[in-house]
C-alpha cells in the first residue's frame, strides 16, 4: 500500500511534529513491560491482510491464533478454578465447599511444601511448613477428606504437584474410586512439569532423568487408563515470577514442552497418542496487550512446533490449552486494595487471552493464607467480567488491531530466536544445565528492579502515588491454626498405628523392585496409597534409588 | 581485604526451609555484591544448622534469611541461637512475606532488622553499611 505508507510519512512529519513541537512526548520512548518498543501508532502496514489466513486464520483452525476451539466462550465460558489449600484437610474441604457453593467451576489444589516435596508432616524438616502454604496431605485419608461431599465426576480439578505427581494422582485415582466414579471418568489437571522447578520454582527432589521419568509414567499411565486427564500443566507462570520478561516465559515454556516431547517419543509414545492432553500455564502480568499478543503468539508458535517439528497429525496434538493466572509478583503490599484492580486488569487478559481456565488472585495474598471475603472477590471479579462486560461475547475481540497483530508477530519473531539459541546449545536440558537459563532470568528480574528503584517503571503505592503506611496490622487477616500440625502429625500417627503394616510393606518393596527395573511406577504407587502408605514412604523408596538433586546457587 | 586495607563486609544469604522461591533473595545478593559486600549464597532448603555452620566458617558479618512460607517463626530463631551457640554475632535480618504481627517477636529474639515486600534494594544495603560500620566487631 504506497499511498498509505506516503501519507503515514506526511501525517508523522506535518500534522504530529507539529505537535510534538509544541509539547513533546512525556518520554522518549516508549515500551511493553518486557521491553519490545512501542510506536506511537500502528496501521495495516504493521499487520498486512495479505498474511491473514496464514497467520491468523479462524478459531479452531490452524494455527489457532485466534483460539483453541470453534466457538470459544460463547459455547462454554473458561473455567473459573480458584487455587486454594491450607491447614488439614477438614479446613481445605470447608473452603473448596464455599467456592463451589458461590459458582466457582473447577478446584486447583495447593498443597503444602512438604507433601510438594515428599516429606511426611512428622519429618524434622517439615517443621513449621506443615498446612502453610496449602493443606497437609500425609496419606490417602487426607484425600478422602478433602473431597468429602465433592464427587469426582461433577467437578475437575488441578493439582499443583510436579515431584511427587504420581503419589497424589494416585491417590486422587484412589478417592474416585471409593465414590465409585472410574478412572477412565476423571478430569483435571497434574501440573507434573518439573523442569520449571529446576528453573523456577524449586520443589525438586530427584535428578533432573529420574524426574523426566517419574513426570512421563503419568503422561504414559493415563494415556491407557485416564484418557480425560491433563498429564502436565507445562507452566511459564512460574517463569515469569522468577524474573523472566514475556519473551522468556513463552520461549523457555516451549522449550521445556519440546524436551517432554522429545523424551516421549524417546520411550515409544506416539506423539499423536499424548500431545492432546497436555495442558500449559502463562502467566498475566501487567501490560494487557503484550500479554494478549503472547497468548497469541504462544498458540501460533506451538502449533507450528507440532506440526512442522514433531509432524502430528492429531489437530488435538496442535492445542495450546490454557490455564492462566494472576502472578502474584505484580500485587502490591503497599495500599493492598488497590489489588483488586489489577487483578480486574489479569481477568481481563486472560479472558481477551482466551484462555481455558483462569485463576484470580486475592487482594490480599502478599500477607497471609487469603481470607474468605477476599477469594469471594476474587471469584466474582471473574464472574463479573463473564457476565456483565460483554468480553465474552465474540471470539478473540482484540484481532485486527494493528498494535496486538503487530506485536503478536514480534513476540513469536523472539521467542523463535530464544528456541534456535537453546536447540543450538543442545537442547533445553543442557541449556538449564548449563545454568544459562538461569542466568537469563536473573538479569530480567535485576533490570526490571532497577527500573523500579528508578521510576522508570511505576508501581502505584510502590514508588509513586505512595501514603503514609496504614498499620497492616490493623487489617483482617487470615491465619492458618497455628495447631493445625500438631493436629496433622497426630491424625498421621494414629493412621500408621491402625492400618495394616505387611500391606504397606510390601507394596513399598514391589515400588523398589518396579524401580529397579525402570517399569512405570504408577499401578504400583496407586496399590501402595491405597494401602495407606503415606507421601513420605513412597519418596522415601525413591529418594533411596535415586538420590536427591542439589542444585548450584547461581546469584 | 581491599586495597585500603579495609576489611569488606562478608554477608551470607540462605533460604531456609522448605520454600523455593529466591527471587528476592538472589535480588538484594546482586545488590549487596555490586555495592562492594562479599556475599555467599547458600542455595535453597538449608537447614538452620547449615546455615550455622556455614556462617561460621565463612565468618560473616551479616546473616540474611529469607522467607515466604511462614515458616519464619519456627526457622528464624533456630538459625540465631545456634549462631549465638557457636559465638558468632553475626548481624542477623530477614527479608520476605512477614506479617507484621510477627515482627515484635521476631526482634526481641535476635532479629536486627525485618524487611518487608517492597523495599527497595539500596535501603537494605544502606541499612547494612551503616550498622555494620558503626558497630565493628560486633
Known amino acids: 500500500m504506497p499511498d498509505l505508507k506516503a501519507d503515514l510519512k506526511r501525517w508523522q512529519e506535518t500534522t504530529l511534529q507539529r505537535t510534538l513541537d509544541r509539547s513533546p512526548e512525556r518520554k522518549p520512548a516508549f515500551t511493553t513491560d518486557s521491553g519490545i518498543p512501542v510506536k506511537s501508532l500502528y496501521t495495516s502496514l504493521d499487520a498486512p491482510s495479505a498474511d491473514y489466513l496464514e497467520s491468523v486464520g479462524f478459531p479452531g483452525e490452524f494455527p489457532y491464533t485466534r483460539g483453541v476451539y470453534p466457538s470459544m466462550y460463547r459455547g462454554q465460558l473458561w473455567t473459573m478454578r480458584q487455587y486454594a489449600g491450607f491447614g488439614a484437610a477438614e479446613e481445605t474441604n470447608r473452603r473448596f465447599r464455599y467456592l463451589l457453593e458461590r459458582g466457582s467451576t473447577g478446584l486447583s489444589i495447593a498443597f503444602d511444601l512438604p507433601t510438594q516435596l515428599g516429606l511426611d508432616s512428622d519429618d524434622p524438616l517439615a517443621e513449621g511448613a506443615v498446612g502453610r502454604v496449602g493443606v497437609a496431605v500425609d496419606t490417602l485419608a487426607d484425600m478422602e477428606t478433602i473431597f468429602q461431599g465433592i464427587p469426582l465426576d461433577k467437578v475437575s480439578t488441578s493439582m499443583t504437584i510436579n ?11 484412589a478417592v474416585g474410586e471409593k465414590q ?8 483435571g489437571t497434574t501440573q507434573n512439569d518439573i523442569l520449571k522447578e529446576f528453573i523456577a520454582r524449586g520443589t525438586y527432589i530427584f535428578p533432573p532423568e529420574p524426574s523426566l521419568k517419574l513426570a512421563l509414567d503419568i503422561v504414559e499411565y493415563c494415556f491407557g487408563q485416564v484418557p480425560r486427564w491433563n498429564t502436565m500443566n507445562i507452566a511459564g507462570y512460574h517463569i515469569r515470577e522468577a524474573g523472566a520478561d514475556a519473551i522468556q516465559e513463552l520461549a523457555f515454556t516451549l522449550a521445556d514442552a519440546i524436551t517432554y516431547i522429545e523424551k516421549a517419543r524417546e520411550r515409544g509414545l506416539d506423539v499423536d497418542e499424548f500431545a492432546p492432553r497436555l495442558s500449559y500455564s502463562l502467566g498475566c502480568f501487567r501490560d494487557l496487550f503484550e500479554e494478549v499478543a503472547k497468548y497469541r503468539a504462544a498458540r501460533r508458535l506451538f502449533a507450528r512446533i507440532m506440526k512442522e517439528r514433531f509432524g502430528a497429525k492429531d489437530p488435538r496434538s496442535y492445542l495450546f490449552r490454557t490455564f492462566s493466572g494472576s502472578c502474584g509478583s505484580t500485587l502490591v503490599s503497599q495500599q493492598p486494595l488497590n489489588n483488586i484492580v489489577r487483578v480486574t486488569m489479569h481477568a481481563l487478559m486472560g479472558a481477551l487471552g482466551g484462555h481455558q481456565a483462569i485463576h484470580t488472585a486475592c487482594w490480599d495474598e502478599g500477607y497471609a493464607i487469603p481470607s474468605e471475603s477476599a ?6 471479579t471473574q464472574q463479573i467480567l463473564a457476565y456483565e462486560s460483554g468480553v465474552a461475547n465474540t471470539i478473540d475481540p482484540l484481532a485486527g488491531s494493528y498494535y496486538v497483530e503487530s506485536l503478536t508477530n514480534e513476540i513469536e519473531t523472539r521467542a523463535q530466536a530464544y528456541l534456535e539459541r537453546i536447540d543450538a546449545m543442545g537442547g533445553m536440558l543442557k541449556a538449564i544445565d548449563s545454568g544459562f537459563i538461569s542466568r537469563e532470568i536473573q538479569e530480567s528480574s535485576i533490570r526490571y528492579q532497577k527500573q523500579v528503584d528508578s521510576g522508570e ?3 502505584v503505592g510502590l514508588n509513586r502515588f505512595q501514603e503514609e503506611e496504614q498499620a497492616a496490622g490493623t487489617m483482617e487477616l487470615f491465619q492458618v491454626d497455628p495447631a493445625v500440625e500438631a493436629r496433622q502429625r497426630g491424625t498421621l500417627s494414629a493412621l500408621r498405628a491402625g492400618r495394616d503394616q505387611n500391606a504397606v510393606s510390601s507394596a513399598l518393596a514391589e515400588l523398589d523392585a518396579v524401580i529397579g527395573r ?18 513420605g514412604e513412597i519418596s522415601a523408596v525413591m529418594r533411596r534409588a535415586w538420590g536427591e538433586y542439589r542444585s548450584p546457587a547461581y546469584i | 581485604m581491599d586495597s585500603m586495607g579495609a576489611r569488606k563486609i562478608r554477608v551470607l544469604l540462605a533460604k531456609v526451609g522448605l520454600d523455593g522461591h529466591d527471587r528476592g533473595v538472589k535480588t538484594v545478593a546482586r545488590y549487596l555484591a555490586d555495592s562492594g559486600m562479599e556475599v555467599i549464597f547458600t542455595g535453597l532448603r538449608s537447614t538452620p544448622e547449615q546455615v550455622v555452620e556455614a556462617a561460621v566458617q565463612e565468618d560473616v558479618d551479616v546473616v540474611g534469611l529469607s522467607f515466604l512460607a511462614g515458616d519464619h517463626m519456627t526457622l528464624a530463631p533456630r538459625v540465631i541461637d545456634g549462631l549465638r551457640q557457636r559465638g558468632l554475632h553475626a548481624l542477623v535480618v530477614l527479608g520476605g512475606v512477614i506479617p507484621q504481627r ?8 535476635g532479629t536486627a532488622r525485618v524487611f518487608l515486600p517492597g523495599t527497595p534494594p539500596e535501603r537494605i544495603v544502606e541499612y547494612i553499611r551503616g550498622t555494620v560500620e558503626l558497630n565493628p566487631g560486633t
Open chain 1, 457 to 459: 517503571k511505576v508501581i
Open chain 1, 163 to 173: 515431584a511427587t505427581a504420581p503419589i497424589l494422582l494416585a491417590m486422587y485415582i
Open chain 1, 518 to 535: 525402570n517399569e512405570n511406577v504408577m499401578p504400583v504407587v496407586i496399590r501402595a496409597v491405597k494401602a495407606y502408605a503415606t507421601v
Open chain 1, 375 to 380: 477469594a469471594q472477590i476474587a471469584l466474582r
Open chain 1, 180 to 187: 465409585g466414579v472410574a478412572q477412565a471418568k476423571l478430569t
Open chain 2, 102 to 109: 510477627d515482627i515484635p517477636a521476631l526482634e526481641q529474639t
